[in-house]
């Protein structure tokens, strides 16, 4: 995607921007970029503490680790893609209403959008083959914003919160997306990749049967499932956040009708909290190793046998989650 000088996607560009409209409007993109530099610079080696509820606080990194990756990126395609990211969580996008599902909120995916960001970065720093391009990035960067998007009911929706569409969220997102881009002009070839990336979320996700147009198409979207999953279990709130968790779960086994499905396996939030471990030890661990190729090994800070924050931070939920259960 370009955005020329005049067009009409950069006058969106400089309506859309939330932290950087007022520079933008004033003709000062050079003090942006420079500004975006000086954090590549100045940031410690271990990533710093990143406020997940604020969008343009996760902005500012994500933009730091593109324009870190790609000098000559388009400066303003990171608050381009995060206002219509905006606006589609808080019911500003056509006939849809803001997000109200509790646990697959902005918020999750902001997670999720953070921690890609930081893992492709590294994977770049570290050299891997075969080497990330700045459309990729970019592809992969509206997938993880949009990934989610299938929780978002129409207007005329009003029965239930999002979380009754969690069986069949994933699909809804992958054509939210193509709507979405369609109408922002992306082609046929990039629509579908961005499609492909998002079928790599969702807990039984059939990679072998994505139709990934190249190798570092299907990298890219690996790295997003890694990323929707890391970011979500590695949150400060994590263990906080299951029982919000099991309730879009019973409310998505009540709309479908208790048809046997990954949500329906657990009886309460108890439960859930009660499997969770070994959901990690025994099916997370195994599908970030196996089926994402250990991509998560490039937050290793530094790479590749510095400590990896969202392991620790995940290990640390999981230490504290046994304690909640056995104090119960």
């Not at 003090?31 to 997940?52: D, E, G, H, K, W």
């Not at 990336?197 to 997003?224: N, R, W, Y």
């Not at 879009?248 to 009540?254: G, V």
Request: contains cysteine; hydrophobic residues 40%; aromatic residues 12%.
């Amino acid at each position: 995607m370009r955005l020329e000088f005049g067009s009409s996607r950069r006058k969106e560009a400089l309506i859309l921007s939330i932290k950087w409209k007022v520079s933008l409007l004033t003709s000062a993109t050079e003090n942006y970029v420079q500004f975006c530099f000086s954090r590549i610079r100045l940031r410690a080696r271990m990533y710093p503490p990143v406020v997940t509820k604020d969008p343009t606080a996760v902005e500012v990194e994500v933009q730091s680790a593109y324009l870190g990756m790609f000098p000559k990126g388009d400066a303003m395609f990171v608050p381009l893609v995060f206002g219509w990211a905006t606006e589609c969580f808080t019911g500003n996008y056509g006939d849809y209403q803001a997000v109200d599902a509790r646990y697959h909120d902005f918020e999750h995916t902001l997670q999720g959008t953070l921690c890609i960001a930081r893992l492709l970065r590294g994977r770049q720093l570290a050299k891997a083959l075969p080497p990330l391009n700045q459309r990729m990035f970019e592809l992969g960067l509206l997938a993880i914003l949009m990934h989610d998007t299938g929780y978002l009911k129409k207007w005329g929706d009003r029965e239930g919160t999002g979380a009754k569409y969690t069986v069949t969220h994933v699909d809804r997102s992958a054509e939210f997306a193509a709507e979405l881009l369609r109408a922002k002009d992306y082609s046929p070839e990039d629509i579908k990749a961005v499609q492909n990336m998002i079928h790599c979320t969702g807990v039984d996700a059939a990679l072998s049967v994505i139709p990934f147009q190249d190798e570092l198409e299907k990298t890219v979207g690996h790295a997003l499932g890694t990323a929707d999953l890391l970011g979500q279990m590695a949150a400060e709130d994590y263990v906080d956040k299951l029982p919000v968790l099991y309730a879009e779960f019973a409310e998505a086994t009540r709309f479908s009708h208790d048809k046997p499905h990954f949500v329906s396996m657990f009886s309460s939030a108890m439960d859930l909290m009660q499997k969770t471990p070994n959901f990690w030890e025994k099916y997370v661990q195994m599908k970030l190793d196996r089926d994402f190729g250990g991509l998560h090994k490039f937050l290793n800070d530094p790479y590749p046998d510095g400590p990896n924050y969202y392991m620790q931070r995940i290990e640390a939920n999981m230490k504290k989650l046994r304690e909640r259960i056995a104090a119960a």
